[in-house]
């Protein structure tokens, strides 16, 4: 077997450990004698496995005891319209960064007044805007926020000013990549595919006093129904959050916590925007200060020599580099599970193919 760089933006590489652990107790997890994927949800096993998640990421992720940790479904899709539908009374401020909040806009206005409070769509999204209070509608509930835009490869440094309104974020693509301040939001969601585990499983994190009795909604579409049953209203996507829990023992156990994985993730990738910058044949498009640490485009400015990259690179073993359809040329996704040696890999093979291209 030969083993690849998977570079793709989502579903993502996940690290070698956790994917041996979910070999190791396919056939038995836990002295069941079972493989998780044929477990009741109602079953102790399964509850331990769950709550064991839950509980190793309120310690990972440092969330306050008036948080609730959920594990929904529906991707991150799903959440543009649970967002409206349970929190949009008088109106929202959007902040659009690209595509995912472009969809985000798109479900808001199905449910009520959608403000762009800023945008950067004029310039391809290659800068985060930066806004203050004035920039915000007075009337509205809340302000949105894709906090790394996954296909452009920009990233909040700093969240915007919020003044007496809620914050809701989407952390798809970032989340666990470093240490964040849990109270500064009133809800976090990702979907798991990029950064967490595989796809199938949203994660929800989201302050109690947010979550209101809403009869008037679809059941499965309340989160009240969910933070009653502790994600088990209805069955959850079981082998999803199993291998979400794997993950955060991982982040937990062997990496050592947010803060060790965010100075790899720096020294990731601070290689990689080091080399793109000193080299005379790819430049990344991205404002410096707004730069991502998981998403890298790069382009060489000419788009044959581009699909010709892309087509070596895979050769190479260094697979799903190319870009995302809407922006082109190449993009590196180095989440938490791209071992260091992959980022390296990547950059020999750059400066090979610029050689042998100049
Ligand atoms: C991938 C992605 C989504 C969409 O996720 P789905 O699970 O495919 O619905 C939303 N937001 C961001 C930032 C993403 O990267």
Request: hydrophobic share 35%.
């Amino acid at each position: 077997m030969s083993k690849v760089y998977n570079f793709s933006a989502g579903p993502a590489c996940l690290p070698e450990w956790v994917l041996k652990r979910a070999a190791e107790e396919m056939l038995d997890a836990n002295g069941s004698g079972m493989s998780v994927m044929e477990m009741s949800h109602r079953s102790s096993d399964f509850e331990n496995i769950l709550n064991g998640a839950k509980d190793r990421l309120r310690r990972l992720m440092n969330i306050p005891e008036d948080y609730e940790i959920l594990f929904l479904q529906g991707g991150g899709s799903l959440q543009f319209d649970m967002i409206p539908m349970n929190f949009l009374k008088n109106g929202a401020d959007v902040i659009n960064t690209g595509q995912w909040t472009k969809k985000a806009i798109k479900e808001h206005e199905k449910f009520g007044k959608t403000h762009i409070a800023a945008s950067s769509a004029e310039d391809n999204f290659t800068y985060i805007p930066k806004i203050t209070n004035e920039d915000l509608d007075p009337d509205t509930d809340y302000v949105y926020i894709c906090e790394n835009n996954t296909i452009y490869g920009t990233k909040y440094k700093e969240l915007p000013p919020h003044d007496g309104k809620r914050l809701i974020a989407d952390l798809s693509s970032c989340i666990l990549s470093e240490p964040v301040d849990v109270t500064k939001y009133d809800m976090i969601f990702a979907g798991a595919q990029k950064n967490i585990g595989p796809a199938g499983v949203t994660l929800v994190i989201i302050k109690k006093d947010m979550i209101e009795d809403r009869p008037d909604l679809p059941t499965m579409l309340s989160y009240k129904t969910h933070a009653d049953a502790n994600s088990l209203y209805n069955t959850p996507p079981c082998y999803g959050i199993y291998m979400c829990g794997l993950m955060f023992e991982y982040l937990e156990d062997v990496i050592g916590g947010l803060e060790n994985m965010q100075k790899i993730n720096e020294r990731k990738a601070k290689k990689l925007y080091d080399y793109i910058d000193s080299s005379k044949l790819y430049s990344n498009p991205v404002a410096v200060e707004d730069r991502s640490l998981m998403n890298v485009p790069f382009v060489t400015g000419n788009k044959e020599l581009d699909a010709k990259f892309v087509k070596e690179a895979k050769e190479a073993g260094l697979v799903n580099v190319k870009g995302h359809r809407t922006v082109g040329g190449m993009r590196a996704s180095i989440y938490n599970s791209m071992p260091e040696e992959g980022v390296d890999a990547l950059i020999d093979f750059m400066k090979k193919f610029e050689e042998e291209n100049a």
